[in-house]
């Protein structure tokens, strides 16, 4: 399967407990893309990364949110100390190139829950 | 600041009914408007729009674009209970993909 992964597809983490995500993007795909769903609500966009670099994370809450995307292996997108309010599916996307963005393809998410 | 705002959020219709989506947009450095229909995983692409007035058709989907109304239309004629979904409608401007939260669309067989 050649598409966008996302693991695990469902996470449970108890309140302080640190959440990791992993988004392996598409073959060939060097853009990767994080989106937070919550209940009710569309996407919202979080962070932008390239290969070893984050062009654009002003989507990301300021404390207990990272991303990287090193060279080698997947993205991570990490939630230290969770709270019941990060509870959401966490979608990854990726495209070919920043002119290609419009045509994102996005993999399965992963729903966090937190306790 | 931006936003996308689709309407109706919710529509249930009868299976072979004809239903329009709604979204409205306000956003600096437009590119583009997106439609994307999410069933219980990954939003699947449907349509991109660039100009105004031209209708892009996918079988029983079809999708225009008003840039001077900063609005676009989704219709779906003939519809069928597979096409329950959340449609989400999106722009892209030069940095990112702004999304509105989505028409929940609930069709009765």
């Known amino acids: 399967n050649a598409g966008v992964m996302q693991n695990p597809r469902h996470l449970v983490r108890r309140r302080g407990q640190e959440a990791r995500l992993r988004c392996s993007p598409m073959k060939g795909h060097s853009h990767v893309y994080w989106y937070r769903q919550l209940p009710e609500e569309g996407l919202k966009f979080m962070v932008y990364?390239?290969?070893?670099?984050?062009?654009?994370e002003s989507g990301m809450p300021k404390e207990r949110f990272s991303a990287e995307f090193p060279k080698e292996g997947p993205s991570i997108l990490r939630i230290q100390q969770v709270v019941r309010g990060d509870s959401a599916a966490y979608f990854c996307a990726s495209s070919h190139d920043i002119k290609a963005r419009e045509t994102q393809y996005f993999g399965p998410g992963t729903r966090l829950l937190v306790l | 600041e931006d936003k996308v705002v689709q309407s109706p959020l919710s529509l249930v219709v009868h299976e072979g009914d004809t239903v329009t989506l709604n979204c409205s947009y306000e956003?600096?450095?437009?590119?583009?408007l997106l439609w994307y229909k999410q069933e219980k995983k990954a939003p699947t692409f449907l349509f991109m729009l660039t100009s105004s007035g031209i209708e892009k058709k996918s079988g029983r989907l079809s999708s225009i674009l008003d840039k001077k109304e900063l609005s676009s239309i989704l219709n779906i004629t003939a519809t069928q209970t597979g096409d329950s979904a959340i449609y989400l409608c999106a722009v892209s401007r030069d940095d990112k993909i702004i999304f509105g939260k989505g028409t929940r669309l609930h069709i009765l067989p």
């Open positions: 990364l390239q290969k070893e670099n984050i062009i654009d």
């Open positions: 956003v600096t450095n437009f590119r583009s």
